[in-house]
């Protein structure tokens, strides 16, 4: 019986580490978990994704296979009662100085994806203005003079177009209640809160359409404010801000 739960818990360890692999992997055609990952940190996060999903899957598998172990292997049975221990202090402090370790170098590397995503900025290549009401997502772009809140700024209602490989610093303001900007392919959810301007920053890897939600509950219209975010060449995006533009002025 023994034998049987430990090879059982072997054979879903093996299986936990190869699915966790494979998805990680996986071309976005078969990608059957998280989607496409198109910026520079992307990878990053999903990195460190996986390596806590094996490491907390293993540890579940072992703790619930142990477990089953001593339930079956020591439990009362006709004429003789169940074991009882008080305990083992060598037991004790290996299962609380490895937990303690694991969960260490997991701070540390957490830390250091937190730090690139979510600190300092790069230098920005463009900037963009994004602010979210019930129930639309207001863009703005500060045109040929580079500031924003002039006559040549461009502003959308809910398309956002990107241009591949460059450094973009959203700041990102609400008009009336709290929202929530979220790009799934960017691995980025960001609060846009009344009377604060928050800053993220991208840079994508791959052009493409994509869909903003807004991943706040933040009124009857929730449900449908919705973005359409397109990441494009360069040359591409330059031609559709003039366009914009033009549009705009006519
Ligand atoms: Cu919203």
């Known amino acids: 019986m023994l034998t049987v739960v430990l090879r059982l818990a072997a054979a879903v360890t093996v299986w936990l580490a190869a699915a966790a692999a494979a998805w990680a992997d996986a071309t976005p055609g078969v990608r059957i978990w998280l989607p496409e990952a198109i910026t520079t940190t992307a990878p990053e996060i999903d990195r460190l994704?996986?390596?806590?999903?094996?490491?907390?899957?293993?540890?579940?598998?072992?703790?619930?296979?142990t477990l089953?172990?001593?339930?079956?292997?020591?439990?009362?049975?006709?004429?003789?009662?169940?074991?009882?221990?008080?305990?083992n202090s060598l037991v004790e402090i290996i299962w609380t100085v490895l937990p303690a370790c694991?969960?260490?170098?997991?701070?540390?590397?957490?830390?250091?994806?937190?730090?690139?995503?979510?600190?300092?900025?790069?230098?920005?290549?463009?900037?963009?203005?994004?602010?979210?009401e019930q129930f639309a997502w207001n863009i703005?772009?500060?045109g040929a003079d580079g500031t924003f809140n002039t006559a040549d700024d461009i502003t959308t209602?809910?398309?956002l177009h990107l241009p591949v490989q460059k450094t973009v610093l959203i700041r990102l303001k609400s008009k009336d209640v709290i929202h929530s900007f979220f790009v799934p392919q960017f691995r980025m959810k960001q609060d846009a809160v009344?009377?604060?301007?928050?800053?993220?920053?991208?840079s994508a890897t791959?052009?493409?359409?994509?869909?903003?939600?807004c991943a706040e509950l933040c009124g009857l219209g929730h449900y449908r404010m919705r973005g359409y975010l397109t990441?494009?060449?360069?040359?591409?995006?330059?031609?559709w801000l003039a366009q914009t533009l033009a549009e705009q002025q006519t």
Request: charged share 15%; proline share 5%; with cysteine.
């Open 231 to 239: 990441i494009e060449t360069s040359e591409a995006f330059q031609a």
């Open 140 to 142: 703005r772009y500060a």
């Open 49 to 65: 994704f996986y390596c806590v999903l094996v490491i907390t899957g293993i540890a579940f598998v072992l703790v619930e296979a």
């Open 194 to 202: 009344p009377g604060l301007t928050t800053h993220v920053w991208i």
């Open 206 to 213: 791959k052009t493409g359409h994509y869909e903003i939600a």
């Open 102 to 132: 694991l969960l260490l170098v997991l701070a540390l590397r957490s830390q250091r994806v937190w730090a690139r995503v979510r600190g300092t900025p790069p230098t920005p290549q463009l900037e963009v203005e994004i602010t979210a």
């Open 157 to 159: 209602v809910n398309q």
């Open 68 to 87: 089953l172990v001593f339930l079956i292997r020591y439990r009362a049975r006709p004429g003789r009662s169940a074991t009882y221990t008080h305990g």
